[in-house]
């Protein structure tokens, strides 16, 4: 490895004019001696003072960087569980409404109106449910939130829409094959980024789906974030 000559401690560049001790140093800035004559050029010479005021500012806004950094991190690991599960639900809710893509309303029949994901099994009763994607269906927000689900009206429409065969399952068989769910922050993170996935694979597609087509991406995408097992 070839080592630097050392060289007389005099001004160049920014500091071309400051005459510096003239003692040979290796280690140099702008041609003077870091531990000599470099201090004293920043000190005492305007253009000095305006490399110091420089350095100053891009120390700030590095601490200040990172200090933000340090603050989302920490915002990150203060949230609670609840906050991740929410995110998770309202992606899975949104594959629901585009499953169901131009589909009416789960349980009035309805082709009007602000659509949501609905539970066939509510959330805060049955929480092992809540990413089932045969427990959730495209569903007005009046009949989700104003008429509590329209248990009857859903039941119904299951039948008639999907068959005995899914109707069966979802009334008699979800329940008992997962009465429960446990996922840590770092799952619930992990399939966040999968659904997220899922999500734009459908709106790329944007079209509508056949009966029998909603019940196979029903499949397909509880496999693929393989949260029921």
């Given amino acids: 490895m070839i080592q630097p000559k050392p060289k007389k401690c005099k001004g160049t560049g920014k500091a071309k004019g400051f005459q510096g001790c003239g003692e040979l140093h290796i280690h140099r800035k702008?041609?003077?001696?870091?531990?000599?004559?470099?201090p004293k050029w920043l000190l005492n010479t305007e253009e000095g003072q305006e490399v110091l005021d420089k350095?100053?500012?891009?120390?700030?806004?590095?601490?200040?960087?990172?200090?933000?950094?340090?603050?989302?991190?920490r915002k990150e690991e203060s949230r609670k569980k609840s906050y991740h599960e929410k995110r998770l639900q309202d992606e899975i809710n949104w594959i629901v409404r585009l499953i169901d893509n131009g589909q009416p309303c789960i349980s009035s029949g309805r082709?009007?109106?602000?659509?949501?994901?609905?539970?066939?099994?509510?959330?805060?009763?049955?929480p092992s449910l809540r990413y089932h994607f045969f427990n959730i269906h495209r569903q007005t927000f009046e009949q989700n939130s104003h008429k509590s689900g329209n248990?009857?009206?859903?039941?119904?429409?299951?039948?008639e829409v999907y068959g005995q065969e899914y109707h069966?399952?979802?009334l008699n068989d979800l329940r008992r094959l997962y009465p429960s769910l446990h996922l840590t922050i770092p799952e619930l993170k992990e399939k966040l980024l999968e659904a997220r996935k899922i999500r734009k694979e459908l709106l790329q597609k944007s079209r509508i789906y056949s009966t029998s087509e909603r019940i196979q991406l029903?499949?397909?995408?509880?496999?693929?974030?393989?949260?029921?097992k």
């Fill in 30 to 38: 702008y041609g003077l001696g870091i531990k000599c004559c470099y």
């Fill in 218 to 228: 029903r499949k397909e995408f509880n496999k693929r974030l393989n949260i029921y």
């Fill in 111 to 126: 082709l009007e109106g602000k659509f949501a994901g609905g539970h066939y099994f509510a959330v805060g009763s049955f």
């Fill in 55 to 73: 350095s100053k500012i891009r120390a700030k806004k590095t601490v200040e960087k990172q200090q933000k950094k340090e603050h989302r991190q």
């Fill in 168 to 170: 069966d399952f979802i």
């Fill in 151 to 159: 248990i009857r009206g859903y039941t119904k429409n299951l039948l």
